[in-house]
């Protein structure tokens, strides 16, 4: 373990990049501050109108409307966004009129499904709960009036917009692989740093997440009648056999905070008759890998040793944060706040793909994400708008 200033953490897991690097100092700015309890209302507000919207993947039109109810928001406050749509998923996008921005903050109002009873929102005890509370619909709000207020602190100095050093992606389809969100806008944005705003806490900055691989293994065998089973070859059996040959491609292996591929059988299909031998099986197992996988490797092993069919259903990238001197200020300004890594993943796989330095960050949640009590703690929200409010005054005045 090593002591890094104010954090501490394992560069075996993180990678000696992560050492903290002293930077030369700036002189000290005083950002501009909004009354703190009227402005976290607006966000616990907002937010609770956005958990309304049951934005789930199997209800597209609440999406939309979601989305559509975002661009009034900013058009009502005189915002210029750009309402985007590939594949029926919609993205809202504001940026600079240059089309470029130092910062980018992204977030996504896709949800999972849930009861529709979770899609009322609840505070209580310092907490909100609902459907998207930490998963990301606070995340949306937050960027919106972050964006409003520094926007309007800008036009009452007199500054032209393009000055802003703020913009802001909110897509629909993350929950889902992002491929028509996330990747297809950030490939028409400029920006030198990307938040994003799905993970983490406010004391954990994520800058590495697993990438994912889903495989199907397909086992078939011979039907017969159930009451004369030496007369097929069950695909259950071989499924079974092919699960546990797969098993030692992962069992054993030992890292700090579980940093190394694991695997989880997710979803098993087989049979049709209780008085038949089947003669089809099928598994999908969610891998999630690390930097130091050969994925095409591994895919070949299992391949060469299972009796069944392995095909490759989903594979996309890890995320890892290159490291940026934008991410020193940022923990500079945060000074409880470290560098750590996710097991999950996220619309941040994205950025690796399109070499935008950025992180993983956010709200407290308690890990509630997906769940019946999925919630946000109400003040984490508060400390989290400070710390980026701040972190965008010093770029704007320092650059």
Same mark, same amino acid.
């Given at each position: 373990?090593?002591v ?7 560069? /075996?897991?993180?990678?000696?990049q ?14 501009? *501050? ?27 039109e ?13 058009k009502?406050?005189?915002i ?25 903050l ?8 849930? *009861? ?21 619909k606070? &995340? ?12 309007a602190?800008?036009? %009452? ?12 992606l ?11 969100? &996330?990747r ?11 938040? &994003?705003?799905?993970?983490?806490h406010?004391?954990k900055?994520?800058?590495?997440? /697993?990438?994912?691989?889903r495989?199907?293994?397909v086992?078939?065998? /011979? ?31 030992t ?36 930097? /130091? ?12 040793i299972?009796?069944?069919k ?5 594979r ?5 944060s ?6 020193d ?12 890594? &996710?097991?999950?993943? %996220?619309?941040a796989?994205?950025?690796t793909?399109?070499?935008i ?11 509630s ?13 508060s ?8 972190f ?8």
């Amino acid at each position: 373990m090593s002591v890094c200033g104010s954090y501490l953490f394992s560069n /075996k897991v993180l990678g000696p990049q992560w050492i903290k690097q002293p930077r030369p100092r700036r002189t000290p700015i005083e950002p501009h *501050t909004e009354n703190s309890s009227s402005t976290l209302r607006e966000i616990v507000d907002l937010t609770k109108d956005l958990i309304r919207f049951k934005s789930t993947h199997t209800r597209p039109e609440e999406i939309q409307q979601c989305a559509r109810f975002i661009e009034e928001w900013f058009k009502h406050r005189d915002i210029p966004c750009t309402f985007m749509e590939r594949n029926g998923v919609p993205s809202v996008r504001v940026l600079p009129p240059r089309e470029q921005t130092p910062l980018l903050l992204m977030s996504h109002i896709d949800v999972v499904n849930a *009861t529709d009873s979770l899609f009322e929102p609840i505070e209580r005890d310092g907490r909100l709960y609902g459907r998207g509370s930490i998963d990301d619909k606070y &995340a949306v709000a937050l960027s919106m009036v972050l964006l409003k207020n520094r926007m309007a602190w800008n036009r %009452s100095q007199g500054l032209d917009d393009g000055t802003l050093p703020l913009g802001v992606l909110i897509t629909g389809d993350e929950e889902i692989g992002g491929t028509n969100g &996330a990747r297809n806008a950030l490939g028409g944005i400029s920006c030198d740093f990307c938040i &994003a705003l799905d993970g983490g806490h406010v004391e954990k900055i994520v800058v590495k997440e /697993k990438g994912i691989l889903r495989l199907k293994v397909v086992a078939s065998g /011979k039907t017969a009648h159930g009451a004369r089973p030496w007369q097929g070859e069950n695909a259950i059996e071989k499924l079974i056999e092919d699960c546990r040959i797969m098993r030692r491609f992962f069992d054993g292996l030992t890292e700090p905070e579980h940093w190394h591929r694991t695997m989880n059988l997710s979803v098993i299909r087989a049979g049709e008759s209780v008085n038949q031998v089947p003669d089809r099986a099928e598994a999908i197992f969610d891998i999630r890998y690390t930097e /130091k996988d050969d994925v095409d490797d591994l895919v070949q092993r299992i391949q060469a040793i299972v009796s069944g069919k392995v095909i490759t259903q989903e594979r996309e990238p890890l995320f890892i944060s290159p490291g940026s001197p934008y991410l020193d200020r940022l923990l500079d300004l945060a000074k409880n706040t470290r560098p750590g890594i &996710a097991h999950g993943a %996220s619309d941040a796989r994205f950025l690796t793909q399109f070499n935008i330095p950025g992180i993983v960050w956010g709200a407290d949640g308690n890990s509630s994400q997906h769940s019946t009590d999925e919630h946000v703690e109400i003040q984490s929200l508060s400390r989290l708008y400070d710390i980026l409010n701040r972190f965008i005054a010093d770029i704007q005045e320092n650059g």
